[in-house]
Structures are given as structure tokens and as C-alpha cells.
């Protein structure tokens, strides 16, 4: 796993892993927009920095890696992670369901310390995508790593039964994964496309939801405004995350 790890990292400093991560920060400019409060949390170190979360609106953010990873805030296991339930306003998932072996256990994770009315944003590879097709072939995944790919529908299935609602389905991601980047023109061809101007399907999809409030309680918003920063006041893994 050490040396997938390293080959994603050489993958990125191509420059396809470039054009992607950069068209995916700007991607995320706008859908982090209306994310606000106190905490947001990235869940896996996607192109090893913090790119995705520099137009986050929250107050502070915090990168939480994998113990393979490097470049994060805090090292975990991602299906485990040390931050109390129902304290982080907004989580971001870039493609970290991809390259993790339980990936709903991993959501359920996300879903356990996000608050109600916070914000989840996944990123993912479409499968039935010239990008999909590529990574299926792959014997090492494409990008390198990569274990399985998940359909828009089977995540959205994933997240009604988590009580979410869908706010905003994009797809980007619209260039041949084995032709070189355009240079200049490799953000737009990149970005969405609007209408049926361009024959290939998107190579990946962005998903943001929001997870419904099922119970009020009155003294929430104090609390809220008295939280410390989830990583100086970590917990314990829950009991039923353990494995």
C-alpha cells in the first residue's frame, strides 16, 4: 500500500495530476460557498496539501490522512477517527470512498461527527466514464491506488439511508484520461460542461448534501459557540467504530 501511496504521489506531480487537482480546487470554490460555521474537516489527504480546502468558509479547517498518508493535520484511520460526534459543520470527501476498503463505513464515520444541517461534499470518479473504463483496466487503479469506483446512484442511495438530502449533483472532468493535458485550456476542458455540447461523459462527479436536523435542542447553539477546535479536543474512536 506504501508504494501505491508513492506512486499517487509521482502521479500528481504529472502534469495530469496537476490540471486535475487544480480544476478541482476551483470546482470546490463554488460549492463551498454556503458551507459556513465553525470546523470543517477533510477526510483524506487528496494531493497531499490543503488546495481543496482554500476557499472553505468555515473558521478554521482541519486535514485529517490516513496512516499511510502524509501532508494532513492528524494521521488516522479514516473509518476511526479521534473527533467527538456531531462537532464539525462541514466534510469534505475527496475520492476518499475510492481508495478506502469499507467506504460506508467510512461515510458513516463522516455522518457520526458531522452536525445536523452541516455539509458533506464528495468527490468521485463516474465509472461509466472514459475515466471509469481506464481505471477498471488498470491493473494498479488509475489513479494509481485506486480500489473500486462507486456509481452516483449507489451514493445516493448511501446517503438517503443516512438521512441527507442532495443539494447539488456536478460533473466535471470532460478530457481523455490517456491524451496529455491541454495546457492553458486543460482547466476549462476539465470543468463542467453545461448543456450537450461535448460528447464524453464526465469523468467525475461532486455531491453535496446535507444532513437533516431530526431533533432540536435549545441549548445547542451555545455549546456550538463554545467548542474548541476539533483537534485540540480529540476523543477516543466510538465503541462502534472499533474493530
Known amino acids: 500500500m506504501i508504494h501505491a501511496r508513492e506512486a499517487l504521489s509521482s502521479w500528481f506531480e504529472s502534469p495530469r495530476g496537476r490540471a486535475l487537482l487544480a480544476s478541482e480546487s476551483l470546482l470546490l470554490r463554488e460549492s463551498l460557498e454556503d458551507c459556513f460555521g465553525w470546523q470543517m474537516l477533510q477526510l483524506g489527504a487528496w494531493g497531499g496539501g490543503r488546495s481543496l480546502l482554500a476557499h472553505a468558509r468555515t473558521r478554521s479547517q482541519s486535514l485529517i490522512a490516513a496512516p499511510d498518508e502524509s501532508g494532513g493535520d492528524l494521521q488516522a484511520r479514516l473509518t476511526q477517527l479521534p473527533i467527538a460526534s456531531d462537532s464539525?459543520?462541514?466534510?469534505?470527501?475527496?475520492?476518499?470512498?475510492?481508495?478506502?476498503?469499507?467506504?460506508?463505513?467510512?461515510?458513516?464515520?463522516?455522518?457520526?461527527?458531522?452536525?445536523?444541517?452541516?455539509?458533506?461534499?464528495?468527490?468521485?470518479?463516474?465509472?461509466?466514464?472514459?475515466?471509469?473504463?481506464?481505471?477498471?483496466?488498470?491493473?494498479?487503479?488509475?489513479?494509481?491506488?485506486?480500489?473500486?469506483?462507486?456509481?452516483?446512484?449507489?451514493?445516493?442511495?448511501?446517503?438517503?439511508?443516512?438521512?441527507?438530502?442532495?443539494?447539488?449533483?456536478?460533473?466535471?472532468?470532460?478530457?481523455?484520461?490517456?491524451?496529455?493535458?491541454?495546457?492553458?485550456?486543460?482547466?476549462?476542458?476539465?470543468?463542467?460542461?453545461?448543456?450537450?455540447?461535448?460528447?464524453?461523459?464526465?469523468?467525475?462527479?461532486?455531491?453535496?448534501?446535507?444532513?437533516?436536523?431530526?431533533?432540536?435542542?435549545?441549548?445547542?447553539?451555545?455549546?456550538?459557540?463554545?467548542?474548541?477546535?476539533v483537534l485540540g479536543g480529540l476523543v477516543e474512536p466510538s465503541s462502534a467504530n472499533r474493530s
Open 88 to 229: 464539525v459543520d462541514a466534510v469534505l470527501l475527496p475520492h476518499a470512498l475510492e481508495f478506502e476498503i469499507d467506504p460506508y463505513g467510512l461515510l458513516r464515520e463522516a455522518d457520526r461527527v458531522l452536525a445536523g444541517e452541516g455539509k458533506l461534499i464528495v468527490l468521485g470518479f463516474a465509472p461509466w466514464s472514459p475515466w471509469g473504463l481506464r481505471a477498471a483496466g488498470s491493473r494498479n487503479g488509475f489513479p494509481p491506488g485506486l480500489r473500486r469506483l462507486l456509481s452516483e446512484r449507489r451514493l445516493r442511495d448511501w446517503l438517503r439511508l443516512l438521512g441527507y438530502d442532495v443539494l447539488e449533483a456536478r460533473r466535471y472532468l470532460y478530457e481523455l484520461p490517456w491524451q496529455l493535458p491541454w495546457g492553458q485550456a486543460t482547466a476549462e476542458s476539465l470543468q463542467i460542461r453545461r448543456g450537450w455540447s461535448y460528447p464524453l461523459p464526465g469523468g467525475a462527479f461532486l455531491l453535496k448534501a446535507r444532513k437533516r436536523l431530526h431533533a432540536l435542542t435549545p441549548l445547542r447553539p451555545l455549546l456550538r459557540e463554545r467548542r474548541r477546535g
